[in-house]
């Protein structure tokens, strides 16, 4: 499966800086609920994205909250969020890797 690397958590290889927040954030994550969701690491870079494009914009408008979010480059836990007028995906192609499932986790395919 294509997918950010942060659902291998403590299979992530490398010590770039993006590797060490994802395994910690997959530690926090499991250590406080006990199973890992890999929609969270969507939900905590939406709430901090949300926070940079208010802070960008200096405002609560929703269109300067826009404009803003259409110029953000953010290294959250998913990975490399790049927006745009035209893309408003944000995360980009390196920030996913191919996984698959080892003894019922997943980890980076070989």
């Not at 993006?18 to 690491?41: C, D, H, I, L, W």
């Not at 994205?49 to 208010?54: C, P, T």
């Not at 929703?62 to 995906?89: C, W």
Request: hydrophobic residues 40%; proline residues 5%; charged residues 20%.
């Amino acid at each position: 499966m294509v997918h950010p690397a942060v659902l291998a958590g403590s299979k992530i290889t490398g010590d770039s800086p993006a590797a060490t927040v994802q395994r910690e954030f997959f530690q926090q994550y499991t250590a406080k609920y006990g199973n890992f969701s890999g929609f969270a690491p969507y939900a905590a870079d939406a709430l901090r994205l949300i926070v940079a494009a208010i802070e960008k914009a200096g405002s609560l408008d929703r269109k300067a909250i826009r404009d803003a979010m259409e110029q953000l480059t953010y290294d959250g836990v998913t990975g490399r969020y790049e927006f745009s007028p035209e893309n408003h995906g944000g995360v980009t192609k390196d920030s996913l890797v191919l996984l698959t499932v080892r003894d019922g986790t997943w980890e980076p395919a070989q």
